[in-house]
């Protein structure tokens, strides 16, 4: 039999989404910061979907794209945070955790709803029908927190290790609330001693290229609390040089994790159904510390949160039994 040829794409004499999206961002009256983020929601799309005639996005197409942005990795964890969008887009991510936020997936679509709205103005009159109308779940998923029965299981599971990290990570998890990425990219110099009390602390910052803090808040000092010191965790720290835990990265604490968890008997969700992770030290932490302190700034300042009224420490403060 001949062969058969694939049917050839119409041709439209409209403008490519690209040129498209470039006119609503001039005409925009975002700020500054709003204006970078479009750029970068540009840069992203364009790298995942045929650059096409504006005419020629179907909302079927527009929903496939979409589902492959959940995919996309984080952008503010390594090793995803030294790769270009190009690269990232061919990033296959099989830990969840790493993936980009449903916020930000929805941070995209608005962005993208806001371009064939553009395009359907009649000013514009690039298109009569706005194709962008799918409807997809961009909430974020609430994470769950531990009770204190629970850290127990878990601090005792870890007395007797397997390997010295998981203690470590463990109890940093636990007893300062820091952030997965800030912990294992934690060197020898990060650890200090305060000139007046002598106490020492964690110096979260981003001293070298391979450390990276999630914003300006989160550069801080947190005080190494008693528990841990009595531990022996200075002992232990004073053996080590340059990065503490050399021998992981980030994603390897996630998938011990989630065994670990299993193993202490400890569920995988909380008694409200949330879903609780190695991030949910970070929510018992500031929801046990809320509850017993009342200066929400100096729990602010401790966290890395910006000093505010609530709103992202709100987020991370749980109903306790």
Known sequence: MPSVSPPAEQTSPKPKFSQVAKESILRSKASLKGLEGY????????HMV????????????????????????????SPYNRMSWKQSVKCKVSDQ??????????????????VFAFACDEEIGYIEKNSCTIKRDFKAATK???????????????????????????????????????ICQLRREDIQLDSKT??????????????????ANSVRKIPIHRSVLSLGFMDWINEK???IFEEIEARAVTGWFSRFVTNCNVAGNDEYGNVRSFH????????????????LHHVQEVVGHKLQQGKTTDQYTHRIK
């Not at 750029?39 to 364009?46: A, G, M, P, S, Y």
């Not at 955790?97 to 806001?114: C, E, F, N, P, Q």
């Not at 878990?154 to 609330?177: C, D, F, R």
């Open 50 to 77: 045929k650059d096409k005639p504006i005419d020629q996005y179907t909302t079927r197409k527009i929903g496939q794209a979409i589902d492959r942005c959940f995919q996309l990795p984080a952008s503010n964890k």
């Open 144 to 182: 769950g927190y531990f009770d204190d029965g629970e850290l127990k299981l878990m601090q005792e599971g870890v007395v007797n290790p397997e390997k010295s990290w998981h203690k470590w990570v463990t109890l940093i998890a636990m007893y300062h609330g820091m952030r997965r990425g800030e």
């Open 241 to 243: 040089e340059g990065k």
């Open 198 to 215: 002598q106490r020492p602390f964690f110096f979260v910052r981003s001293l070298v290229t391979e450390q990276n803090v999630k914003n």
């Open 39 to 46: 750029e970068r929601n540009l840069e992203i799309w364009t």
């Open 280 to 295: 949910s030290f970070r929510h018992s932490f500031i929801t046990k510390v809320r509850n017993a302190y009342p200066n």
């Open 97 to 114: 955790s790493d993936k980009v936020s449903r916020k930000s997936v929805g941070a995209i679509y608005t962005w993208l709803k806001s």
